[in-house]
């Protein structure tokens, strides 16, 4: 239920009709390739390969201490729902990490690099061709990991610095 969950403090909000454009209009992410079909709840997008939806610039600047991630998504093998890298897609980056992604393991792994990676481990596999929902929450120093409803785990010394300074795709 899209309206139960809205807020207009949000910065962005994404349902994918048929396009980037998010639900506020302000903030179109640019799309390399990823297509929009059903989903969960409504449409969602599609990855193969190298394909991907890049943040706006303007949102990669806008916390260095609070931040908050959500999103339903779907995979039978390991890789990135969410990370960053310092350079604009498609040139190869110096500097990369995952923040949200599937380990080879099928566990939900979500951490930022700020001269180590610190993380937050899934005990559950999703690899499972099942719709799954994560939200990530950092309100620095803490991050949080919820994964279908339940609390998976902390850390403390949440670095997102790092998000600020490079691009941030889907």
């Known amino acids: 239920n899209r ?4 807020s207009n403090s949000y910065t962005s909000v994404w349902h994918f009709n048929a396009d980037g454009t998010d639900a506020k209009g302000a903030n179109t992410l640019a799309n390399n390739g990823a297509t929009f079909a059903a989903g969960k709840l409504g449409n969602a997008a599609s990855f193969a390969s190298n394909n991907r939806l890049t943040w706006p610039d ?23 729902i969410w990370g960053t890298q310092n350079t604009t897609y498609p040139a190869g980056p110096s500097n990369y990490t995952g923040v949200v992604y599937v380990d080879t393991n099928g566990k939900l792994r979500a951490g930022f690099w700020g001269g180590s990676i610190t993380q937050v481990v899934s005990t559950a596999s999703v690899n499972d061709n099942a719709w799954h929902f994560f939200t990530f929450v950092v309100n620095k120093p803490n991050a949080y990991l919820y994964l279908d ?7 403390n010394n949440a670095s997102i610095s790092y998000c600020h300074e490079l691009r941030i795709y889907l």
């Open 149 to 155: 409803g339940g609390y998976v785990g902390t850390f």
């Open 58 to 80: 303007n949102l990669s600047t806008s916390s260095t201490t609070t931040m908050t991630a959500s999103a339903w998504f779907k995979t039978n093998a390991a890789g990135v």
């Open 3 to 6: 309206a139960a969950v809205w």
